[in-house]
């Protein structure tokens, strides 16, 4: 054969255009491959899944990103990790070990997830229940205390004693207006309503949170609610032949003749959301979710152990916050030492909720120092 | 509020059923330290007792066989520490320590299937009119079985120490125990003996709590409980019906802590002054009353510690 | 042939070989330093096999657990944070060690730890936000002084009514955790806060901060002034006369008596000594690795550092050496524990035996087995 100049064209023609299918086929292989490669979801836990309360609702959440996404997702925990230098220590790791998004699961862990984003700026952090944000840093949290509100509507009704209490865990704003939001409930059904509290000063302490819910049970209470994470006040109000509340989890099998509903912490949408948001590359920080109980996040365990009129009133109270005409901090409102808080009409913001440090008028039990 | 809306029967029957895992776990390390032995395990040996039992009554179904597992399992705990300190004649502090430390690591690690379980329940003897009586009727006669076992188990002891052969046998082993050698007693085997039973009442202590008290259980449930049943031992000067009412004031310091919160009781009146009640000042009291009648006792020139409380016994041949 | 044949066989080849333990009359030198080689090979041992109890390849899991913080890829964070985690230790089972020599058993460290935290982080707070370069050693010396003075409250009433001072100090650890329970929610809160309990964190605040000196090594003070003093105390045993005292004390308490050593005011140097370090590593901690003033704030250092004293047997060098083995299980442990989803209670109950097997091979370097060949009778 002789090498004309046409035969040459040809040659390289034929060869170029192999080479450009071979390195289209080459990248695209390996796009495949680099997107085939799963995301990584690391979880930071406060206590064990096995609370029954808090952080068994994440666990469903996580478990729920796993059965969503199947293999493009990976996900991983670590458990019972302390607030502290412990959690620095934790979170580094995960971040270290090519996890893309990790959530940190409890307030205590909010300084310690900023100093570690701080070193890992291409890490996405999502930080659950404080205020501090970052570039890279989210935070989130639900609307509880609408599920409260009804809950206090529902012990205002049930109680026979008039005296309703409440196992609180530490005085901070979301549990403070946890407890007013409750109280308001039961006032709106029943003025002469009164609202016993102890702290336990834990969020996980089965032993305590029994003693407390009994040293309540003996000083006259009927009603039971809690803002700590296992079933233990509602196990002693059954043992009682009382009825009560259970937390961030339908706690049913535990006390099935005194659970009267229960709120159900639903972190499966937003975490899904999130997780979606890491993979499409839409993720941004300085997030701050407030789930609200009309998305679903903040759910409540079926009604039951009450007639049927207290049944009624409380999926009235329910439906009205949860198409919005109803709120339960609405003005006028004033503190216990008589201060007026809002207004008439007014509504308390985010901030006001963030950062609640008082109790409602009514409320006769003084407020911890 | 205020603190009339405390019912004094129901805080005593409260007090009572808070003081009796402490009072078994005490009861049990008082015999121990009649011996000659300090065995700071308690705590180790309280949460095995509260795990075994838990297990065991979960799995069979029945909380007696739960009962019967936590002595077993608080036992078999004592028995290294036993091996530890009267064989290998090492330090008794280091030793009880490893085992109040590998006792909450062990428990918590077999424990971890059964968190958020309830067991089942632990009948009460029906006394039947003893419970219509009022206020001494909800105050005493409504508790449970363990609740009388243990009171009945320190009324046993005391008896023993102080009637029996055995007891005298036992005490002259803690007193001194070469002399106790000398005249022919076997000094090994009474300590391996007195910690085998003490290990066995804290694993019972320790089974209360996590069967009939709470009844769940947690990793690390039994919060210093065994602390402060050494406390108590000192506390009741090494007797035995000292016990009670050691356990009691320190049950009692807890329920009442508590009951003042719930009752919304934030000071206390004194005519002249009053005191701010915060509940972390409630919560220090009893370790401050303990500290203050180790004091007191021990001013006094007679102390009843027993005289070979901690040391090694060996014969040197 | 009944059931008793094989006991009783058993019995006839062990009895003319009957062992006994005869007491050495000085403690061995060789086991003395190979017994803790041992241990820890032992704990290896039955840690693997509890592994394979758990369902984990025990193999994998010492490897992640020993050699992978200090050897493995993510080393060079790691091998810090075994700085970080070992100096409170190290500090608090120094001053421990001196005591447990004389036989003054200070089971309280915890709480001079917190209370030493406490005095120097508030003394820190009393001067936010003015910044001086006199504040941290300001802080140093409120948390020395606070250890020392809540261990001067055992040895105060040791010497003055004779109350045990395992008990005393042991009590007083529970009180300190209340008193730290009670200022993390009242007068050290944060007024920036939120309201959460917990005071302000020191590592934002310049001058209160103690952090890294130099990057990357998780040397911090503490970790500095813990290996500082180790030195000091290996030349303080060997060389000055508190070390001397403190060993005869221990070994023979009347013999002290009779050469002059007055007790009581060893007690006081003892656990003064000891309430200082512990102070001081608490100050080193709050102002550190940890940051703030918060309910549970206290992990157990306290507690664990008599495990290291042990470990270390009681000797300063021995305790650097113990106090790094034992930070190696703590971070071991959390790296099994998130690559092997190890339960955290392993790494106690694997501790817990580290302690055991220690104990019991003591009896080796303490006393020597005597084997009597008997002849039958």
Partial sequence: MILTKGRIMKVFKILSLGMALLTGIIIAISGTTVTAEPVKVGFIYIGPPGDHGWTYRHDIGRKDIEAHFGDAVETTFQENVPEGPDAVRAITQMALSGHDLIFTTSYGYMDQTLAVAKK?????????????????????????????????????????????????SFPIPEVIREINTFYLGAKTQNPNAELQIVWVYTWYDPGKEADAAQAMIDNGCDVITQHTDSPAPLVTAEKAGLVGFGQASDQTPFAPNAQLTGTIDNWSPYYIDRVQAVIDGTWEGHGTYFGDISEGAVGMAPFANMPQNVMDIAMDVRAKITNGTYFAFTGPLKDQSGTLRLKDGEVADRAMLDTMDWYVEGITAKYPD | MDASSISPTLLIASLI???TPIMLAAIGELVVE????????????????????????YETGSPTYGVIASILGGAALSLIFAILTQFFLANQVASGLALTLFGLGFSALIGKGYTG???????????????????????????????????????????????????????????????????GYKVIRVRVLAILFGGGCAGLGGAYISLIRVPQWAEGMTHGAGWIALA??????????RILFGAWLFGGLTVLQLNLQAAGVTKINLILFEIPLQVQYLTMAPYLITI????????????????SLGKSFHVSS | MNWRTVPRIIWLIIDPFSVSLEKRSEPSKIWTALTPVLAVIFTMIAGGLLFMMLGKDPFLALKVMFWDPIFGEMSFYFRPQLLVKAAPLILIALGLSIGFRAGIWNIGAEGQYIIGAICGASVALAFY??????????????GGIGGWVWAMIPALLRTKFNTNEILVSLMLVYVAEQILNSLAIGLLRNPEGNGFPGSRNLQDYASASNLEIWTGTGAHWGVILALGFAVGFYILMNQHLLGFQTKLTGQSPRAAKFSGISPNLLIVICLGLSGMLAGLAGLFE??????????????????????????GRLHPIGIVLAGLLMALTYIGGELAQMQLALPAAAIQAFQGMLLFFLLALDVLSNYRFNFKFRKAS
């Fill in chain 1, 120 to 168: 890992f700026p291409n890490v996405k952090f999502e930080h659950a229940t404080g205020w501090k944000t970052a570039d890279n840093v989210s935070n989130y949290g639900l609307k509880l205390y609408q599920s409260r509100h009804v809950q206090g509507v529902i012990a205002g009704l049930m109680t026979k004693t008039n005296k309703i209490c409440y196992v609180a």
């Fill in chain 2, 17 to 19: 059923v808070a003081s």
């Fill in chain 2, 34 to 57: 009649r011996a000659g032995v300090l065995n700071l395990g308690v705590e180790g040996m309280m949460i095995t007792g509260a795990i075994c039992g838990f297990i065991v009554a």
């Fill in chain 2, 117 to 183: 379980i309830t067991p089942p329940d632990l009948s009460s003897p029906n006394l039947g009119f003893l419970t219509e009586i009022p206020f001494l009727g909800t105050m005493l006669f409504k508790h449970d079985y363990l609740v009388y076992l243990a009171v009945a188990v320190v009324l046993l002891v005391s008896i023993f120490l102080r009637y029996t052969r055995q007891g005298l046998i036992l005490r002259a082993v803690g007193e001194d125990h070469s002399s106790a050698h000398a005249l």
């Fill in chain 2, 232 to 241: 108590i031992v000192v506390f009741a000067s090494w007797k035995p019906l």
């Fill in chain 2, 292 to 307: 203050l009648v180790l004091v007191l006792m021990s001013a006094r020139a007679l102390s009843n510690a027993p005289g």
């Fill in chain 3, 129 to 142: 936000p003015y910044e001086s370069v006199f504040i941290f050693p300001l802080m140093i010396l409120a």
């Fill in chain 3, 286 to 311: 709050v102002s550190g690795p940890s940051g703030q003033i918060t309910i549970g704030f206290n992990v157990g250092y306290g507690f664990t550092a008599i495990i290291v004293a042990f470990l």
